[in-house]
């Protein structure tokens, strides 16, 4: 019995001390896009100790950009604020793993606007202001706190 009831108090004890470094991250996919079906992905959001959003953007077989438009040259996140503003995030950075020929795609930023809503479009150049019209994916409207 004495030893049941070190073997609890030893997991109740690893648990206080993991909770406080999970994160309280809210992770949101993309839906299935007509543009770029083959691709797959995630938004990752949560909020720093300035009250900022940490937002992570992870994207997998997502096909060349040229192959998508041919008049354009990179991949661009943009942010639908809680006001309704459209951000540009920034350029999505692609790689491939030396053993699979997987697409692979992220980008991590902070932002001191609330997100409701993430989308990748295709543009010219990544200095853009205003998103184009093609949409590559999307995630639907969501709440962060």
């Known amino acids: 019995m004495n ?3 070190k073997s609890i108090l030893l997991a109740i004890f690893a648990v206080m001390i993991i909770i406080p470094f999970t994160s309280c991250a809210k992770k949101f996919t993309f839906l299935n896009s007509t543009v770029v079906p083959g691709a797959d992905g995630y938004v990752k959001v949560e909020k720093d100790k300035n009250k900022n959003y940490i937002i992570n953007v992870e994207v ?3 096909a060349e950009v040229e192959r998508v438009q041919a008049s354009k040259t990179t991949y661009v ?3 639908e604020t809680d006001e309704g503003n459209a951000e540009n995030l920034g350029q999505l950075k692609s ?7 997987r697409h692979n795609a992220s980008l991590e930023t902070v932002s001191s606007y609330k997100p409701v809503k993430i989308f990748i479009t295709t543009e ?9 019209r093609q949409v590559v ?3 639907e409207n969501f709440k962060v706190k």
Do not use: A, I
């Open 3 to 5: 030893r049941s009831v």
């Open 60 to 62: 997998s077989d997502l």
């Open 77 to 79: 996140v943009w942010m």
């Open 95 to 101: 790689s491939t793993s030396f053993f699979s020929k």
């Open 124 to 132: 010219e150049g990544v200095n853009t202001q205003f998103p184009g």
């Open 137 to 139: 994916l999307t995630t």
